[in-house]
């Protein structure tokens, strides 16, 4: 077989398997909020309060990232993805069973701890095969399997939050776990890396990378981006349940909707970075979180009502198809010896901002679409300002 086709078949069979595993992050959420306002009403809590199983959720992705990289840099990426696979299953199987709020909020901990195995390996894995535009096309279609996993799931979850039993949706992630942990037992190729001396020589690899001002601008860009999708996913089923009135299965397929622009935008950076680079994507993407982030909260003050909301969030959620694959790209390329150190770091970045914001947004009782719509504009804006002002102006457009 020649190298070109080589390359094609290591493609086919590695982007769909590492799709998987990284999309049991979204699927761990999108799954999940169809029945948020079941767990609300079944552990008699307020809404509010249940927004806290999602800040929860990605503060453990953030603690996660931060060993999972190390740990692979020294002793390979398939073990320490396994280990990350078993204690998803686990706390999936605890979160189930939770027989109140506080037990449910340590479990969905545990859960984020144990899905950013699969989000931080992946990247890493990727970054061991591929580099520039073949890596972000790579990471692009990667993010393709974790939004349409969104575009799924919510319809899905909302299936399943019509049965009023909301642990249902903890025994089908077990399940999404267990097939993960054997799929990776028996697929997952080998791929060649080079192994660090010890966990620490890995943990040292912190130091330059935040010393590095592009890698920090890259990470905060794709990071400001993540909170307008945080503000949207942890209290858009209060905003159009109770606020709008939607019914769960009509929420989930609002969701589902807006999810959609973000596997369009993976495509469509998927197709085109090769030939325009990855500077130009990543600014068309930046501008179109800012473009979207202003149409949402001007469709929460002048009254757009749903369809408004749904429309300029999926504009949003199409600008994070482009920021985050090359963002990743961009940051993991510049460590090519610390590949896993790195990739950790870009998730402790991104889950622990992303759970701070979270949190803060429980402590909004009422249900309305300003706080999120403010978030979300404010954040995309950022994101914007941080590519044109700072990252921008010292990268060549062709590169």
């Known amino acids: 077989m020649n190298e070109p086709a080589a390359d094609r078949a290591t493609f086919s069979i590695l982007i769909p398997f590492l799709g998987m595993i990284a999309a049991l992050g979204p699927l761990s959420n999108d799954l999940y909020v169809p029945s948020m306002s079941l767990v609300a009403s079944g552990l008699d809590v307020s809404g509010s309060a249940v927004q806290l199983t999602m800040s929860s959720l990605l503060i453990g992705f953030s603690f996660g990232a931060l060993i999972y990289g190390p740990l692979s840099d020294r002793f390979g990426r398939k073990p320490v ?48 095969r591929w580099r520039g535009e073949e890596a972000s096309r790579a990471l692009s279609w990667v993010s393709i399997f974790m939004f349409f996993t969104p575009v799924l799931a919510p319809l899905v979850g909302g299936y399943v939050a019509g049965f009023d039993f909301w642990p249902a949706v903890f025994w089908m992630q077990a399940g999404a776990g267990v097939l993960c942990l054997v799929v990776t037992l028996f697929m997952l190729p080998r791929v060649k890396r080079v192994v660090t001396k010890s966990v620490f020589a890995s943990v040292r690899a912190y130091g330059p990378i935040l010393k590095d001002t592009q890698a920090l601008g890259y990470m905060l860009c794709s990071a400001l981006g993540f909170i307008g ?23 989930g397929v609002s969701f589902s909707i807006v999810m959609l622009g973000g596997s369009i935008g993976a495509f469509a950076n998927s197709r085109y970075v090769a030939q325009l680079g990855i500077s130009r994507m990543l600014g068309i993407g930046a501008t179109t979180l800012a473009v979207g982030g202003v149409a949402v909260l001007l469709s929460a003050l002048f009254g757009g009502g749903v369809i408004g909301l749904v429309i300029s969030f999926m504009i949003y959620v199409f ?54 719509a403010w978030v979300v504009a404010v954040s995309g804006v950022a994101c914007a300002a941080v590519w ?10 062709t590169a």
């Open 81 to 128: 993805l396994c280990v990350g696979l078993s204690m998803y299953a686990i706390a999936a199987v605890l979160a189930a069973l939770s027989p109140s709020l506080t037990h449910l909020v340590m479990a969905r901990a545990l859960q984020g701890f144990a899905a950013s195995a699969g989000m931080v390996l992946s990247r890493a894995i990727i970054l061991d």
């Open 229 to 251: 999708v945080v503000a949207f996913v942890s209290t858009a089923s209060f905003v159009f349940v109770e606020f709008f009135g939607l019914t769960n299965q009509q929420f």
């Open 319 to 372: 600008g994070i198809g482009f920021v985050f694959a090359n963002t990743v790209a961009r940051t993991l390329s510049r460590f090519p010896e610390s590949m896993g150190a790195a990739s950790s770091l870009f998730g402790v970045n991104q889950f622990f901002i992303g759970g701070v914001v979270a949190a803060l947004l429980s402590r909004v009782v009422e249900p309305s679409p300003m706080p999120m």
């Open 388 to 397: 044109w002002l700072w990252l921008r102006p010292e990268v060549p457009v």
